[in-house]
């Protein structure tokens, strides 16, 4: 994008192992935009939680954290109150307690103020997650809903990082229902979204189909 042209957000939302990441980078490396992954966002106030020995579940004592917990994603590296967080935050002790810290609704505001302040500073960008087109940027210039069945979802994730297949797509059917079924902004797909079913295609296929959408 140069300066002239005008400053375009893409929303890009979807359930956990859909391809969102992957074609969010490829999506900002082509326009050269910044990339915004708010589910990191979600997992370091998780990782802050566990390090400060904050109870998931407590409501208040999570509310009361959110505003303290400093954060930054730079290049890839996640830091958390000096903590450099960036392994930590896709481990088994963090993906298990994500959904029930971004189930709270301060968390919510404090890191969607954030990534408003992350677009307005860049005039732009690519933001993915699960409210992005709802909620974050509901007059995002393109919203694409990005996702895949259960089960490929899952082969994609054990190729990445190992596990069971079976076990992953248990993990994965769970945290979906928590993410679309909780009261506060749950995942869903916003009405003008595209919706991409990326089941059955490769990531170069989906980046041209969207790129189509944009020209
Ligand atoms: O995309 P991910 O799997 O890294 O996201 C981690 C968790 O954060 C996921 O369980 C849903 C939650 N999340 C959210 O509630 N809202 C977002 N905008 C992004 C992620």
Redesign the pocket.
């Known amino acids: 994008m140069t300066a002239a042209d005008k400053p375009v957000v893409i929303a890009i939302d979807g359930p ?1 192992g859909a391809g969102k990441s992957t074609v969010g980078r490829a999506l900002a490396d082509r326009l050269d935009v910044g990339y915004l992954d ?3 966002m ?2 370091a106030m998780t990782f802050a939680a566990l390090r400060r020995g904050v109870v998931e579940g407590d409501l208040d004592e999570v509310a009361a954290m959110a505003p303290q917990v400093e954060l930054s994603i730079e290049d890839g590296t996640v830091t958390v109150d000096g903590v450099d967080a960036t392994a930590a935050i896709r481990g088994r002790e963090v993906t298990e307690a ?2 029930q810290i ?1 189930a709270n609704p301060v968390v919510r505001q404090v890191l969607v103020d954030r990534q408003r302040a992350w677009v307005d500073e860049r005039g732009g960008g690519v933001v993915e ?4 087109g709802t909620v974050v940027f509901p007059d995002a210039d393109l919203k694409l809903y990005i996702t895949a069945s259960p089960r490929v979802r899952a082969e994609r994730r054990v190729r990445e990082l190992g596990g069971d297949v079976a076990e992953v797509e248990a993990s994965i059917i769970t ?1 979906d229902r928590i ?1 679309s079924s909780r009261a506060h902004s749950p995942l869903a797909e916003a009405a003008d979204a595209v919706i991409v079913d990326t089941t059955g295609m490769s990531i170069d296929e989906v980046v041209a189909r969207i790129m189509e959408l944009l020209t």
């Open positions: 956990a708010t589910g990191a979600y997992r994500v959904s971004s997650g699960r409210d992005i945290r993410d």
